[in-house]
Nanobody, 122 residues
């Protein structure tokens, strides 16, 4: 599986963006998908993950109630809807995948896509 994220950009605080991650390969539906982010000068952090069936989702406390992850297995795509964006959400966002789902703090993907920049101005 290869991943390609898109949808990043510049938005004002309180605004919304939707990131997409398109995956190649016929086994997309078998993979756990999720998003990480890395702000300048900070460590990469996990944001959210979704099981192959969409039955289980995890969110970092910092984004709960504002971000929503979803997937369309027919389109080999996972989405991250980001609402009420804050300047502290500014980061490079990375799409990631793995075969197994773990709670967010324990999830270690083995497939990564190139990042997409999200910048939130105050």
């Amino acid at each position: 599986v290869q991943l390609q994220a898109s949808g990043g950009g510049l938005v004002q605080a309180g605004g919304s963006l939707r990131l997409s991650c398109a995956a190649s390969g016929r086994t997309f539906s078998r993979y756990v998908m999720g998003w990480f982010r890395q702000a300048a000068g900070k460590e990469r952090e996990s944001v959210t993950a979704i099981s192959w069936s969409s039955g289980t989702t995890y969110y970092a406390d910092s984004v709960k109630g504002r971000f929503t992850i979803s997937r369309d297995n027919a389109k080999n795509t996972v989405y991250l809807q980001m609402n009420n964006l804050k300047p502290e959400d500014t980061a490079v966002y990375y799409c990631a995948a793995s075969a197994l789902l773990r709670p967010l703090g324990e999830w270690v993907p083995n497939i990564w896509g190139p990042g997409t920049q999200v910048t939130v101005s105050s």
